[in-house]
């Protein structure tokens, strides 16, 4: 065991057009999902905190899916306030997916396929409620892997996510 040595170089000592930014976040009106969304958290079996910018302990992610803690097994989204709040919707959705989907895997090699599950989630569910997703693409396209079927494949599972996150929504 060791460290070898290894070339690095900084972004400064690159040259060319800065590469472009990819858009990624939703937009549309969501004034009234957001509340709609953690109203609805209770009986999709979740607990929401939105947390301030500044109290975010999760790095760039917008939002995260956990434990409470070993004894309590009920699932924590939590989700970085903004004011853009169809991208807000979508994380929650995202999250909420995760909860729904994912919450008691623990298999680290088949995580891009829970992306890819979580975000086709929040795609249909943020299409369903008139928010332009089309950001979710470039998501999707990160987190694919070789297989061309891996959302094929899945689609019975983030379908029935998605109408019931929809479902409850609604029906609140």
């Given at each position: 065991?060791?460290f ?6 900084d972004v ?5 057009e ?9 937009t549309?009106d969501?004034e009234?999902?957001?509340p709609?969304l ?5 009986e999709?079996g ?6 301030d ?8 992610a ?11 097994f009920?699932?924590?989204?939590e ?6 709040q169809?991208?807000?919707a979508?994380?929650l959705i995202?999250e909420?997916a995760h909860a ?5 895997v ?7 396929k829970r992306?890819?599950?979580?975000e ?16 979710s693409?470039?998501y ?5 892997n ?11 599972r ?5 109408q019931e ?8």
């Amino acid at each position: 065991m060791g460290f070898k040595p290894a070339a690095v170089f900084d972004v400064s000592q690159t040259e060319g057009e800065p590469l472009p930014e990819l858009e990624t976040e939703a937009t549309g009106d969501a004034e009234d999902l957001v509340p709609a969304l953690t109203d609805a958290a209770d009986e999709l079996g979740v607990t929401v905190r939105i947390v301030d910018a500044d109290e975010w302990a999760h790095g760039d992610a917008k939002g995260v899916c956990k434990q409470r803690d070993i004894h309590d097994f009920t699932p924590i989204v939590e989700a970085k306030a903004r004011t853009n709040q169809a991208d807000l919707a979508v994380t929650l959705i995202h999250e909420f997916a995760h909860a729904l989907l994912h919450f008691d895997v623990d298999d680290k090699a088949e995580r891009s396929k829970r992306e890819v599950e979580a975000e086709a989630v929040a795609y249909i569910v943020g299409r369903f409620f008139g928010l332009d997703t089309s950001g979710s693409a470039f998501y999707l396209a990160a987190w694919q892997n070789d297989d061309p079927e891996v959302i094929q494949d899945r689609l019975g599972r983030f379908s029935s996510t998605a109408q019931e996150i929809i479902h409850v929504v609604v029906d609140n």
